[in-house]
């Protein structure tokens, strides 16, 4: 399905560089209803102030939901909503695959079966995340300075957007290096 995401993500960067907002937020929109491994895009459209792209993402999205709701009952569509405890509840979770800094300092600061860790810290694992998380955000809006329409290439934005999503959102895997 990666690949799925990664298609209809590129595809709808092409249309929005090629000034076809309301087909690039359209298509977007698919790959984030697919996986939201590029989720700070609508972010990123809402910094640059592309509302066609964000008001078609918007309309995908509830035609999505309304399909999903009439094929599969209004139960089942909410579960996409639900997920494993929210965005936190991942921290600490030292798997290998986990390749993003939550896994990386879980690998280094907790225990864990799947090497040693340099120190044992649990909650210095969690602060580290927090702390490397927030400053790659604050990076981030650095480089996208100032908000409003930029001179800067789009797909150039859309990278460090996309990297910035998989290096610190704690549900990336290995296999969603895909978007990378």
């Not at 990666?2 to 595809?11: D, E, H, R, S």
């Not at 991942?90 to 300092?105: E, Q, S, Y």
């Not at 955000?137 to 996208?144: C, G, K, P």
Request: glycine share 10%; net charge positive.
């Amino acid at each position: 399905i990666n690949a799925y995401v990664l298609l209809l993500t590129v595809m709808g960067l092409l249309w929005l560089q090629q000034a076809k907002d309301g087909r690039g937020g359209f298509l977007i929109a698919l790959g984030l209803w697919l996986k939201p491994l590029a989720a700070l895009l609508a972010g990123l459209l809402l910094w640059r102030r592309h509302g066609r792209a964000l008001a078609s993402l918007a309309v995908a999205s509830v035609a999505v939901l309304g399909i999903t709701t009439i094929a599969f009952g209004p139960s089942l569509a909410a579960v996409q909503f639900g997920g494993s405890g929210g965005f936190l509840s991942m921290l600490g979770f030292a798997h290998p695959a986990n390749d993003n800094f939550n896994g990386l300092f879980s690998r280094w600061f907790t225990p864990n079966d799947f090497g040693t860790p340099l120190v044992i810290a649990p909650y210095f694992a969690q602060a580290a995340y927090l702390v490397t998380a927030a400053l790659l955000l604050i990076a981030d809006l650095w480089l996208l300075w100032p908000p409003g329409p930029s001179r800067a290439p789009l797909l150039a934005e859309a990278a460090i957007v996309v990297v910035t999503t998989h290096l610190v959102v704690p549900l990336t895997w290995y296999h969603h290096l895909t978007m990378t």
